[in-house]
């Protein structure tokens, strides 16, 4: 059974794994571009291997985005956005993830190297 099988999510009935990466920031690593995760239809988990908060590559994510086909013209830009929010997570988190999120990376001034791994799963 799946991390996601037990979760609560009406219309996700048999999640499959698609594909699994692992994404590091190292230090004086800038700010990233506005991106989605991965492929309409996917949700994604992230395991913090190490702590984060705006100083040392935390996700910026833009709140409600993957219910608003507008916000997605901010893809491929750095610019700043008022609803942006810096996500803080302890080491050993998983966050849930919905793959139309709009995100950004925060440079990572602090720590040496910062590093998440990430599964996809559809379902």
């Not at 996700?59 to 929010?85: C, F, N, Q, W, Y």
């Not at 996500?87 to 602090?110: F, Q, R, W």
Request: proline share 4%; net charge positive.
């Amino acid at each position: 059974e799946t991390i996601l099988m037990q979760l609560p999510h009406p219309g996700f009935k048999n999640p499959v794994f698609a594909s699994s990466a692992i994404m590091a920031k190292f230090q004086g690593e800038r700010r990233s571009r506005w991106r989605r995760f991965a492929h309409r239809g996917q949700t994604g988990v992230l395991f913090y291997l190490d702590s984060t908060d705006c100083g040392t590559g935390a996700m910026i994510a833009l709140k409600g985005s993957h219910l608003d086909d507008g916000m997605h013209a901010l893809v491929g830009t750095r610019s700043a956005h008022p609803d942006e929010h810096c996500v803080h997570v302890g080491t050993g988190c998983a966050v849930v993830v919905h793959a139309d999120l709009v995100h950004a990376i925060s440079e990572n001034s602090k720590c040496p190297l910062r590093i998440v791994v990430g599964m996809w799963y559809v379902g």
